[in-house]
């Protein structure tokens, strides 16, 4: 599947994270730092094969702000 990068913490390494993009069926994924065992713990209904990420408010914040303004 192919992913369109949308939007990347301008504050992280040019090859860092911190980045959200759109996947070919419509639905996003998001980069970003892994979650300590004791931090991923505290998520709820995970499913099997789901998983959990930490990412800046501010990157989300613009990412609905951008797929708004140019209907991603």
Request: overall charge negative; some cysteine.
């Amino acid at each position: 599947m192919h992913l369109h990068k949308i939007c990347k913490d301008p504050e992280s390494n040019p090859t860092g994270c911190q980045s959200v993009y759109l996947a070919e069926n419509g639905m996003m994924a998001v980069q970003g730092l892994e979650m300590d065992p004791e931090t991923f713990a505290n998520m709820e209904n995970l499913l099997p094969g789901e998983s959990g990420v930490l990412i800046k408010p501010e990157i989300l914040v613009e990412v609905a702000r951008l797929y708004q303004e140019k209907a991603l």
